[in-house]
């Protein structure tokens, strides 16, 4: 029984190794979505892509970073590819929902309340950062558990870890944008996230948590 038991935990690493490829393309994916509506639909000029209109590119990219956190579990065979289309539904409508609250909230301040402040960096930078850092301890607690309602028993550390790698997306992509500006003449938060930055960190480090929670010992 030993040997078999070994032979699981081996064959789930491989599988959890399998799963890097899938992230990393879906984090991809979602860069080139958002890109193609903001440079080639919207139009790359000035802020544009805010003040013109409803984004959709953000509705399908959802859908690939919801991927990303429920890859590891399928591979790993914690959840059927059946019952994952009903959790993968409900993780998809809460990011959903928080994409529309942190849009609100941010373009309340840039357009509504703060009009002046649309070219400062360092003011959009505190805007932007902030409804984040309210929400996203939510976001992962929810996360959490829909995980370990539907899919495995774990620990309750884990809404922390969820929380803090996706806040993570955030330096990686104002990292990002000073190595590699692309389309951008700037190397503000701003224009990280005009380059979609932001959309490939999350979709990483998101599908990485899964992959930490689903390497764990389920807990009785």
Known sequence: ?????????????????????FIFFLAIA??????????MIKGWHGLNWISKGLLYSPY??????????????I????????????????????SALYFEVTVNVNCSFLFGRCPHTLFNSNRIFFLLFLPSIFVLPFF??????????????????????????SLLSIPSSLLTIQVNSGYSSGKDWID??????????????????????????EID
Do not use: D
Not at 5 to 21: A, V, W
Not at 75 to 94: D, E, G, P
């Open 140 to 165: 992962g607690r929810v996360f959490w558990y829909l995980t370990n309602r539907f899919i495995k028993k774990t620990q309750k550390s884990n809404r922390n870890i969820i929380s803090i790698l």
């Open 75 to 94: 591979l790993t065979k914690y959840i059927s590819i059946k019952k994952s289309f009903f959790v993968i539904f409900i993780l998809y409508v809460i």
């Open 1 to 21: 029984m030993h040997f078999h038991f070994e032979e699981f935990e081996f064959k789930n690493q491989r599988r959890l190794f399998t799963s890097l490829p």
């Open 30 to 39: 979602g860069n080139c979505v958002w890109l193609y509506e903001i440079v």
């Open 60 to 73: 399908l990219i959802t859908l690939l970073f919801v991927f990303a956190y429920i890859i590891p579990f």
């Open 192 to 217: 990280a996230i005009k380059m979609g930055y932001p959309i490939f960190w999350i979709t990483i480090f998101i599908g990485l948590s899964g992959i930490i929670i689903a390497c764990q010992s």
